[in-house]
């Protein structure tokens, strides 16, 4: 009997700490998902963001030589042959951002301000048939008919925007974030047409234009996790501008001390612009900071900027000069790539 009485004290006494054994074991078998936080949601940061920009620009009307590539019937003639347009290169660009995300309340602030400068050079030269021209789509004014036609043209595009977003998190494997915010742009082209009749004798047709203005933005992004640290990226979003826009249009020529043609307009007008972004990207979070590795397509267009003014002729200067207007949308677009670091 005491024997037994014995054994029942000793497992008595041992009962708590068999009990904690278990707890600790289950506490230690607990199992975390991979996915349980990609996105470090509840972690206050602050984000770097540098972009690498590959870009080219793409419009409309900057037509100026028309090459024939076949004779021309007697009698009155219209445009024959190929038209050639200005054209833009590939040239690089940077996008540089600075953000700060409130965990608690999932707002996040950027301010971000992006830069490029694209430039393009063409040349056209007479064809070899006797009875085939060059012709320029800009008056010639020459005496002689045209040998060879130049077009340098450059675009400067600036932009800055001070974005809020709101993060939201549906699912482990989606992050949202719906954007509004304010921005201001700076954008100028410079186009330069050369006719030449013989090596020293040209006329030289130059367009600018230049858009100075601000405006608000809005839109969404998006990252969906796919697995093993990859994600699908993407962003839309639409701004809507107000601002200064002037237009200048010159003409000169080598053997005359001023100018044919020089006119100038200026207004306040509203712009348009639509941004889209798409590609893949690789997220991965440390101990101390996350990494983000993006390399997409951007596609941003501006409506009601690009115009090109011509005008009709007179010999005499008090007759009326008619305005040409040719108006298209300007399109740049491109490789993107982006390193963000949280802090």
Known sequence: MRLQNSALILSLAFMPFAASAAVKEKVTNTYVPYDADLYNKNQEVISTHAEFLYWTVQEGTIDYAQKMNRPAPSGVTYAIGDVHSASYQLNPGVRVALSYFNAPKYWE?????????????????????????????????????????????????????????????????????????????????????????????????????DYSAGGVRFGVSGDWFWGKDFYLTGLTSMGIYMGSYNNRSKQTMSTLSRPVRDSNFSDTRPAYSAQFIIGPSWQKNFNCHRIEIFAGYELSTWFNLQE???????VEPSLAKETWLASGAVALHGLTTRLTVDF
């Open 308 to 314: 090109i003014r011509r005008s009709s002729s007179d």
């Open 109 to 209: 602030v950027r301010a971000q301000y992006t830069h490029l400068v694209s430039k393009g050079k063409d040349r056209v030269e007479k064809p070899s048939a006797s009875d085939e021209y060059l012709t320029g789509t800009w008056p010639q004014i020459l005496t002689n008919q045209l040998i060879h036609a130049h077009s340098a043209i450059e675009f400067n595009y600036n932009l800055f925007d001070l974005i809020v977003d709101r993060m939201f998190i549906p699912n482990p494997h989606l992050r949202l974030r719906m954007i509004a915010g304010i921005g201001a742009a700076w954008i100028r082209q410079d186009w330069k047409i050369h006719y030449f009749d013989q090596p020293k004798q040209n006329t030289t047709i130059r367009n600018r234009w």
